[in-house]
């Protein structure tokens, strides 16, 4: 009995113990976030970008990305244009930690309206990931009817028929097969029956993506 009470009390002091480094990393993990977005540690490292809009955001996901109906205004004092076209790098170079890290923002005005995002990540933590895990947003967008199916989508919600009349496919059954698809990977949604949208922070993150192959 005394051997099988030992075995019980290592188990359990064994579980507190894996408790108490998970409760640990997640620490250290909010740490680095501070450190790249230069705020106390948070549970992500999304930065929710200040109002600088003469409108109320609206449609915002958590926090993260936000959609005005009004062009950003910028209320700060007059300041004279980035003296050098690397400003972006060297701002973030000054705030990042020696390993550094990988920070986009989007201030944009599409068809669709104003969009307004930034996400950052320390280095340690992407090279950490297990990227297989990203396989699916990715191969989501590898085929080039679902690009032209999030181009349209950039201008308005659309609905099925319109998505088959505009890009002249020959039936609403491809429409579904490329639309299942991006849904999966997050791309897309129907927030009415019949009718698809791209959720605002994706609206940002498929600019940054495009914008990156762009340079590549």
């Not at 019980?8 to 909010?30: C, D, F, G």
């Not at 490292?45 to 809009?53: A, F, G, Y």
């Not at 609905?159 to 791309?187: E, F, K, M, P, R």
């Not at 605002?200 to 940054?208: G, H, K, N, V, Y």
């Amino acid at each position: 009995m005394g051997e099988k009470k030992r075995e019980r009390t290592i188990t359990k002091l064994s579980e507190q113990l894996e408790q108490m480094e998970a409760r640990l990393a997640a620490v250290e993990q909010r740490l680095d976030e501070a450190a790249i977005t230069g705020t106390a540690p948070s549970d992500a490292i999304t930065l929710k970008v200040p109002s600088v809009s003469s409108a109320p955001a609206a449609g915002a996901i958590d926090g993260e990305a936000r959609k005005t109906n009004e062009p950003a205004v910028d209320t700060t004092p007059d300041k004279e244009p980035p003296s050098s076209p690397l400003w972006a790098l060297k701002t973030l170079k000054a705030q990042l930690p020696d390993r550094g890290g990988v920070v986009y923002a989007v201030a944009a005005t599409v068809e669709r309206g104003r969009f307004e995002y930034q996400w950052g990540r320390p280095t340690d933590h992407l090279l950490a990931q297990d990227w297989s895990e990203l396989a699916d947003p990715l191969n989501a967008l590898g085929h080039p009817l679902r690009l032209a199916i999030l181009r349209l989508l950039l201008e308005e919600d659309r609905t099925v028929a319109q998505l088959v009349d505009l890009l002249h496919l020959g039936s609403t059954g491809i429409a579904y097969h490329h639309l299942s698809a991006l849904q999966a990977g997050g791309w897309v949604t129907s927030p009415q029956r019949g009718t698809w949208s791209i959720p605002p922070a994706r609206t940002c993150s498929l600019l940054t993506i495009i914008t990156a192959l762009e340079a590549s």
